[in-house]
């Protein structure tokens, strides 16, 4: 595999490799395998930049919906996991506070470790992942500062920021690994520390999860802050941290978290002025993301009945309005959309959300 950065072809995000997830889906192998001849024609990234969202990991992950990742793919999406668990070990050394990319679920290691344990078995790298994501939950310090061992010197753009920021979200924030991690934990793979780190995390979004990102100031603040009139979605936002937080309760054995988090989830989606505030279709911030994270948090809730009108109402919102989003792709456009309305998930692709 040669080592060429393309963007957007190998874009799961928005581009075709995204929209083969689709085909896949609905068992249109021919049409898949056109999308991913257009993805790949001039070569996979295994750069620096190679994430689940972009090149061969990218790659791998859809493949896999359709059982076809070869030796080749994975050997090369190992070599990237291998490098960036390097550059984190070195960070790690120097005791320099993380960026966002570095850890993240689109463009860091929270990403890779969901890719790995979607591997049959989970991949034998997995474990190092892990275990740098366990690592986040130990405090950091700098300028004479205890810190979140999470925390970003910069603003969630990467420009500077006065005090730096902790990401919550699952996109960029907090949430990703807290998913992951109970994930993993649920389909029986640890690591050293692996349950207080799922502990840790889930007990910082008890007190900063209504809120995008944590500043200095929510740091130094004796009360915890209070919630921001902000859009709702899966990527940033209440309910996609509520699931994170319903996945760690499932892999703790913890039923108050639970029902906690499942009454976030019913509360917000039945909030006329919550709602008001979703102004599109997309998966990432928008009805077909909300749609998906409900469905999976009503699997997994032991009263599912109660989620069944809220997920009637976001399939209908949903329906009436995906064909006017304007990209075809996957976290942002069509592809993503009709993926929520298909109402099934036999190929797996929500893992990309971290939804399930």
């Not at 075709?16 to 896949?24: C, Y």
């Not at 892999?251 to 499942?262: I, K, M, S, T, V």
């Amino acid at each position: 595999m040669s080592t060429t950065t393309v963007p957007r072809t190998q874009d799961l995000s928005e581009g075709p490799l995204g929209m083969a997830l689709l085909d896949i889906e609905r068992r249109d192998l021919s049409t898949a395998r056109r999308h991913l001849t257009q993805a790949t024609t001039r070569g996979v990234s295994t750069g620096g930049n190679a994430s689940l969202f972009h090149g061969a990991p990218a790659l791998e992950f859809v493949l896999a919906r359709a059982n076809g990742a070869g030796d080749d793919v994975r050997a090369a999406v190992d070599r990237v996991v291998d490098a960036r668990l390097a550059i984190a070990h070195r960070r790690q050394a120097a005791g320099a506070l993380p960026h966002l990319a570095e850890w993240d679920l689109i463009r860091g290691l929270t990403g890779l470790a969901a890719l790995l344990l979607s591997r049959k078995p989970p991949a034998h790298r997995l474990p190092d992942v892990l275990a740098c994501l366990v690592a986040l939950a130990h405090p950091a310090c700098s300028d004479g500062r205890t810190l979140p061992g999470w925390w970003s010197a910069a603003a969630p753009n990467g420009k500077e920021m006065a005090g730096g920021h902790g990401n919550n979200g699952v996109a960029h924030g907090i949430a990703g690994p807290l998913s992951v991690l109970s994930l993993a934990l649920r389909e029986g793979v640890s690591v050293p520390g692996q349950e207080e780190a799922v502990d840790t995390f889930a007990t910082w979004l008890d007190r900063h999860g209504t809120h995008y990102w944590s500043t200095a100031t929510h740091l130094e603040a004796a009360q915890a802050p209070a919630p921001e009139p902000t859009r709702q979605s899966w990527c940033y936002g209440q309910p996609g941290i509520a699931r994170a937080q319903q996945l760690a309760a499932l892999a703790l054995g913890d039923p108050a978290r639970r029902r906690a988090a499942e009454d976030t989830v019913a509360a917000i989606l039945t909030d006329p002025l919550q709602l008001a505030r979703i102004t599109d279709s997309t998966l990432c911030h928008g009805w077909a993301g909300l749609l998906t994270l409900t469905r999976a948090v009503a699997a997994d809730s032991p009263s599912p009945d109660r989620f069944t009108p809220i997920i009637q109402d976001l399939h209908r919102r949903l329906t009436a309005d995906w064909e006017h989003l304007p990209k075809p792709g996957f976290m942002e456009g069509r592809t993503g959309a009709q993926l929520a309305l298909h109402a099934t998930d036999t190929t797996g692709w929500s893992r990309a959300l971290l939804t399930t």
